[in-house]
């Protein structure tokens, strides 16, 4: 059974840091394109990285340059979310999907219906 299941989330100030985990069990993500997702109020979800399936390049999108850092650990089969420097229109549930032999164009991480499989997603709420 191919699963997503995100963990790290929770309260942060603003200007603080989160780490986001996903952990992929019944499926090698060394064949998958991966990405991150912020949910919106409106319920749709905005990439906020991504990897390409191709070659390995990463690519984060406008809300997450210079702020927050995508990474993947094939041994361990998870992909991680840095988020640095924490704004309160950060929060939101953040999903990790992953889709096998998914790449990228043009710089611009694949929207969130190119993507099979999905986590739970993980809560971020940013206050003081």
């Known amino acids: 059974q191919l699963q997503l299941v995100e963990s790290g989330g929770g309260s942060v100030q603003p200007g603080g840091s989160v780490r986001l985990t996903c952990q992929a069990s019944?499926?090698?993500?060394?064949?998958?394109?991966v990405g991150w997702f912020r949910e919106l109020p409106d319920k749709k979800r905005e990439a906020v990285a991504c990897?390409?399936?191709?070659?390995?390049?990463?690519y984060h999108q406008y809300r997450a340059r210079g702020r927050f850092t995508i990474s993947i650990d094939y041994v361990k089969n998870t992909v991680d979310l840095q988020l640095n420097n924490l704004r309160r229109d950060d929060s939101g549930v953040y999903y990790c999907?992953?889709?096998?032999?998914?790449?990228?164009?043009?710089?611009?991480?694949?929207?969130?219906?190119?993507?099979?499989?999905w986590g739970q997603g993980t809560q971020v709420t940013v206050s003081s």
């Open positions: 990897i390409d399936r191709r070659d390995g390049r990463i």
């Open positions: 019944g499926f090698d993500l060394k064949a998958y394109g």
């Open positions: 999907a992953a889709e096998e032999e998914l790449g990228v164009v043009s710089g611009e991480c694949p929207r969130d219906w190119s993507y099979d499989e």
